[in-house]
Protein backbone atom coordinates (compact mmCIF):
# COMPACT_ATOMS: atom_id res chain seq x y z
CA UNK A 1 0.00 0.00 0.00
CA UNK A 2 1.28 3.23 -0.80
CA UNK A 3 2.26 5.59 1.72
CA UNK A 4 0.29 8.50 2.57
CA UNK A 5 2.44 11.88 2.32
CA UNK A 6 2.27 12.74 6.05
CA UNK A 7 3.59 9.43 6.26
CA UNK A 8 6.29 10.89 4.53
CA UNK A 9 6.90 14.20 5.70
CA UNK A 10 9.22 12.99 9.04
CA UNK A 11 11.72 11.68 5.78
CA UNK A 12 12.18 14.94 4.35
CA UNK A 13 15.15 17.17 4.86
CA UNK A 14 14.99 19.95 2.31
CA UNK A 15 12.38 21.89 0.92
CA UNK A 16 12.75 23.15 -2.57
CA UNK A 17 9.94 25.68 -3.76
CA UNK A 18 9.49 27.22 -6.71
CA UNK A 19 8.70 31.73 -6.41
CA UNK A 20 6.50 32.58 -9.24
CA UNK A 21 3.10 30.74 -8.70
CA UNK A 22 4.59 29.73 -5.57
CA UNK A 23 5.77 31.70 -3.21
CA UNK A 24 3.63 34.63 -5.09
CA UNK A 25 0.42 34.22 -6.98
CA UNK A 26 2.21 34.68 -10.43
CA UNK A 27 1.41 38.08 -11.19
CA UNK A 28 3.76 40.88 -11.30
CA UNK A 29 3.13 44.50 -11.49
CA UNK A 30 5.50 46.41 -13.29
CA UNK A 31 5.97 49.93 -11.59
CA UNK A 32 6.34 53.26 -14.54
CA UNK A 33 10.34 52.79 -13.81
CA UNK A 34 10.00 49.46 -15.20
CA UNK A 35 10.76 47.45 -11.91
CA UNK A 36 8.94 44.43 -11.47
CA UNK A 37 6.70 44.10 -7.98
CA UNK A 38 5.58 40.77 -6.87
CA UNK A 39 3.33 39.96 -3.83
CA UNK A 40 4.62 37.50 -0.96
CA UNK A 41 2.38 36.75 2.21
CA UNK A 42 4.31 36.52 5.66
CA UNK A 43 2.80 34.04 6.49
CA UNK A 44 4.96 31.81 3.96
CA UNK A 45 7.37 33.44 5.67
CA UNK A 46 7.26 32.77 9.27
CA UNK A 47 6.99 29.28 8.24
CA UNK A 48 10.18 29.21 6.54
CA UNK A 49 12.28 31.05 9.27
CA UNK A 50 10.95 28.62 11.53
CA UNK A 51 11.70 25.25 9.26
CA UNK A 52 15.04 26.60 9.02
CA UNK A 53 15.56 27.44 12.51
CA UNK A 54 14.91 24.47 13.30
CA UNK A 55 17.07 22.52 11.06
CA UNK A 56 15.47 22.07 7.95
CA UNK A 57 16.86 23.20 4.50
CA UNK A 58 14.92 25.62 2.36
CA UNK A 59 15.68 26.07 -1.25
CA UNK A 60 14.76 28.63 -4.28
CA UNK A 61 14.65 27.07 -7.93
CA UNK A 62 13.14 30.00 -10.00
CA UNK A 63 13.25 30.65 -13.83
CA UNK A 64 13.08 34.32 -13.19
CA UNK A 65 15.21 36.41 -11.39
CA UNK A 66 12.74 37.40 -8.49
CA UNK A 67 15.22 39.84 -7.17
CA UNK A 68 13.35 41.64 -4.58
CA UNK A 69 12.47 38.28 -3.15
CA UNK A 70 15.67 37.00 -2.76
CA UNK A 71 16.62 39.56 -0.33
CA UNK A 72 13.47 38.60 1.71
CA UNK A 73 14.25 34.88 1.40
CA UNK A 74 18.12 35.74 2.32
CA UNK A 75 16.92 37.55 5.53
CA UNK A 76 14.91 34.92 6.31
CA UNK A 77 17.67 32.58 6.42
CA UNK A 78 17.44 30.75 2.90
CA UNK A 79 20.88 29.90 1.25
CA UNK A 80 20.59 28.32 -1.65
CA UNK A 81 18.84 30.34 -4.21
CA UNK A 82 18.89 29.14 -7.96
CA UNK A 83 17.66 32.27 -9.79
CA UNK A 84 17.19 32.49 -13.50
CA UNK A 85 17.10 28.69 -13.79
CA UNK A 86 16.56 28.31 -17.66
CA UNK A 87 16.79 24.03 -17.09
CA UNK A 88 15.63 23.35 -13.23
CA UNK A 89 17.04 20.01 -12.94
CA UNK A 90 20.61 21.29 -13.49
CA UNK A 91 19.95 23.80 -10.37
CA UNK A 92 18.49 20.59 -8.39
CA UNK A 93 21.71 18.18 -9.18
CA UNK A 94 23.51 21.12 -8.11
CA UNK A 95 21.81 21.67 -4.62
CA UNK A 96 21.97 17.71 -4.16
CA UNK A 97 25.29 17.30 -4.94
CA UNK A 98 26.13 20.59 -3.02
CA UNK A 99 24.98 19.02 0.41
CA UNK A 100 24.68 15.28 -0.52
CA UNK A 101 21.37 14.53 -0.84
CA UNK A 102 19.27 12.09 -2.40
CA UNK A 103 15.98 12.57 -4.01
CA UNK A 104 14.08 10.27 -1.34
CA UNK A 105 14.81 13.49 1.30
CA UNK A 106 13.64 16.33 -0.77
CA UNK A 107 10.20 17.76 -0.96
CA UNK A 108 9.41 19.98 -4.10
CA UNK A 109 6.81 22.38 -4.81
CA UNK A 110 5.91 23.73 -8.02
CA UNK A 111 3.32 24.93 -10.33
CA UNK A 112 3.76 24.48 -13.63
CA UNK A 113 5.52 22.88 -16.40
CA UNK A 114 9.30 23.97 -15.88
CA UNK A 115 8.84 21.87 -12.07
CA UNK A 116 7.55 19.10 -13.79
CA UNK A 117 11.17 16.71 -14.16
CA UNK A 118 12.67 18.03 -10.91
CA UNK A 119 9.08 17.37 -9.42
CA UNK A 120 8.92 13.94 -11.08
CA UNK A 121 11.82 12.54 -9.21
CA UNK A 122 11.81 14.16 -5.78
CA UNK A 123 10.52 12.23 -2.83
CA UNK A 124 7.58 14.27 -2.01
CA UNK A 125 5.91 16.63 -4.58
CA UNK A 126 3.60 18.91 -3.82
CA UNK A 127 1.88 21.58 -5.68
CA UNK A 128 -0.54 25.05 -4.45
CA UNK A 129 -4.44 24.11 -5.71
CA UNK A 130 -3.82 26.54 -8.42
CA UNK A 131 -0.70 24.78 -10.59
CA UNK A 132 -1.08 23.39 -13.73
CA UNK A 133 -2.85 19.89 -14.54
CA UNK A 134 -0.32 18.27 -15.55
CA UNK A 135 1.60 19.49 -12.10
CA UNK A 136 -1.41 18.58 -10.18
CA UNK A 137 -1.27 15.45 -11.87
CA UNK A 138 2.19 13.89 -10.44
CA UNK A 139 1.79 15.85 -6.91
CA UNK A 140 1.41 13.78 -3.70
CA UNK A 141 -0.05 16.53 -1.94
CA UNK A 142 -2.16 19.34 -3.63
CA UNK A 143 -2.43 21.97 -0.81
CA UNK A 144 -5.93 23.93 -0.63
CA UNK A 145 -4.14 27.21 -1.10
CA UNK A 146 -3.22 28.85 -3.97
CA UNK A 147 0.21 30.34 -4.66
CA UNK A 148 1.29 33.21 -3.30
CA UNK A 149 -1.63 32.69 -0.42
CA UNK A 150 0.02 30.19 2.02
CA UNK A 151 0.72 27.27 0.24
CA UNK A 152 4.39 27.09 1.48
CA UNK A 153 3.28 27.38 5.02
CA UNK A 154 0.78 24.57 4.77
CA UNK A 155 3.21 21.80 3.69
CA UNK A 156 5.74 23.67 6.00
CA UNK A 157 3.58 23.51 9.07
CA UNK A 158 2.52 20.34 8.13
CA UNK A 159 5.95 18.99 8.41
CA UNK A 160 6.63 21.23 11.73
CA UNK A 161 3.44 19.60 13.49
CA UNK A 162 4.59 16.19 12.34
CA UNK A 163 7.30 16.38 14.00
CA UNK A 164 6.00 18.39 17.26
CA UNK A 165 7.91 21.20 16.78
CA UNK A 166 5.21 23.77 15.72
CA UNK A 167 3.86 24.83 18.98
CA UNK A 168 7.33 24.35 20.44
CA UNK A 169 7.93 27.05 22.81
CA UNK A 170 11.31 27.30 22.37
CA UNK A 171 10.91 28.28 18.65
CA UNK A 172 8.95 31.66 19.89
CA UNK A 173 11.94 33.68 20.54
CA UNK A 174 11.54 36.11 17.42
Keep these: MPLNYKQILPEITTFVFDIDGVLTDG ?10 VRNMTTHDSFAIQL ?4 GLRVAIISGGSGLGISEILR ?16 AYEDLKACYGLSDSEICYMGDDLPDYEVMSR ?26 GNGCVRDIL ?18
Design 75 to 90: HLGVVDLYLNAAYKIE
Design 27 to 36: RIHVLPDGRA
Design 122 to 147: VRLAVCPHDAAPEIRAISHYVSPKTG
Design 157 to 174: EQTLRVRGWWNDVHSRSW
Design 51 to 54: AIKK
